[in-house]
């Protein structure tokens, strides 16, 4: 597939080159497709799992991302670049604020199943592509985009970038069948979809921006909190406020560390700690 090139940087986009996957490879997504599915219903987002079905991802191997982009480009716009992996900050706000979800081509090794270093396209596509097909969350992760670039400007990355791992990846919403999980780092992962929910050790916080921008997180281990939002125009909303008065306000607060607790917080569950790699 041509891909055109409008941005006035190296945008690290790669051919998927859909054809050049080994049989093996296949193998290893429907293996992690498997595992993710035992564990998913009655603890994934209903929107989730919803575009799960629309993108048709559960049966065959790694998906042509030019197939994906054909159901994604209908339903909201947003199409799926390959790139090699992680992207330059920069590059990646570019794509998002563009509606480009850059999506690692390679998959994980079967040495890998459980961990790994760098997101690849399991994680990248099946974590992220299926909430691209709800509009009101394709809207925020476009506004993160923009809101990214901004606070590059700003030098107020480090602060932005919690609010992306706290809903983006590591998100839960409440329902009226109780809590669900949205972010793309606990769906993908073997253990943390149940873990985030199940377990007695992590707090479970009702989402609040300030609070969220200053708390520091894991990025080798389950998270030792969860930030639950109400529904996904609070995302939506938020991402329509000027982050300067903000990131402003918040210059002289403390960072607060993960599994922390602070007085304002709403805990819809108080985590025992208990929990330890
Ligand atoms: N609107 C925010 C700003 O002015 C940017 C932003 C968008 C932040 C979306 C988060 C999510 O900086
Ligand atoms: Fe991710």
Request: proline fraction near 6%.
């Amino acid at each position: 597939m041509a891909i055109a090139r409008t941005d006035p940087i190296d945008d690290h986009v790669i051919e998927q080159d859909w054809p050049a996957y080994r049989a093996d490879e296949h193998q290893i997504w429907r293996r992690l497709v498997a595992r993710q599915r035992a564990h998913l219903p009655g603890r994934a987002a209903v929107d989730f799992l919803a575009g799960l079905d629309a993108l048709a991802i559960l049966d065959g191997g790694i998906p042509d991302f030019e197939r994906l982009n054909k159901i994604l480009g209908r339903a909201t716009g947003w199409r799926i670049v390959a790139v090699p992996g992680l992207v330059p900050d920069d590059v990646f706000f570019t794509h998002l604020a563009n509606r480009r979800f850059p999506a690692a081509r390679f998959i994980r090794t079967p040495e890998q199943m459980d961990y790994l270093e760098q997101p690849d396209v399991f994680h990248d596509v099946f974590g992220h592509a299926p909430l691209l097909i709800n509009p009101v969350f394709a809207d925020y992760m476009r506004a993160y985009g923009a809101g990214g670039l901004k606070a590059l400007g700003l030098g107020a990355l480090k602060r932005l970038s919690r609010l992306y791992w706290y809903t983006v990846e590591f998100g839960l919403i409440e329902t009226a069948a109780g809590l669900r999980i949205y972010g793309a780092g606990i769906v993908s992962s073997g253990g943390e979809v149940a873990f985030a929910l199940d377990s007695p050790s992590p707090h479970h916080i009702r989402f609040d921006l300030k609070r969220v921008l200053r708390t520091n997180y894991r990025i080798d281990d389950y998270q030792a909190n969860y930030f639950v939002i109400r529904d996904y125009r609070e995302l939506f909303d938020l991402a329509q406020r000027d982050f300067i008065p903000i990131y402003r306000a918040l210059e002289n607060a403390p960072d607060i560390a993960p599994g922390e607790t602070v007085a304002e917080d709403t805990l819809l569950q108080r985590g025992s700690g208990e929990y330890h790699a």
